[in-house]
């Protein structure tokens, strides 16, 4: 099994920030191949985002996760980071 988690992207040039999450059968490395092919891995706030690139935190790992307990510790970071404002790249 591949480690999941909640991982965090920081804009190179402007500082926004985007927090998601792993929970694919890949985890974070399947995650990360999607952003490696489109640059935005089909995330809606950071589709019009002009970058040089992202940095890279993994905010929590996991290797076996508790259904649902991902999606809970994604909204609180979201939270904590204020991703889902004005500043942030966060849209839902």
């Known amino acids: 099994m591949k ?4 991982y965090l992207l920081t804009c190179k040039d402007h500082g926004e920030q985007y ?8 985890g974070f ?3 990360f191949s999607q952003y490696g092919a489109t640059v935005h891995g089909g995330n809606e ?3 019009p985002h002009k970058t040089s690139g992202y940095m890279v935190t ?3 790992a996991l290797a ?6 991902i999606n809970e510790m994604e ?3 979201k939270r904590k980071l204020g991703s889902l404002e004005k500043w942030g790249l966060n849209k839902n």
Do not use: N, Q, S
Not at 19 to 26: L, Q, Y
């Open 3 to 6: 480690c999941k988690g909640i």
């Open 29 to 31: 490395w399947g995650r």
């Open 64 to 69: 076996t996760p508790v259904p649902g307990e």
């Open 58 to 60: 993994i905010l929590e």
């Open 45 to 47: 706030g950071m589709k």
């Open 75 to 77: 909204r609180l970071w």
């Open 19 to 26: 927090v998601g999450k792993a929970d694919g059968e890949d």
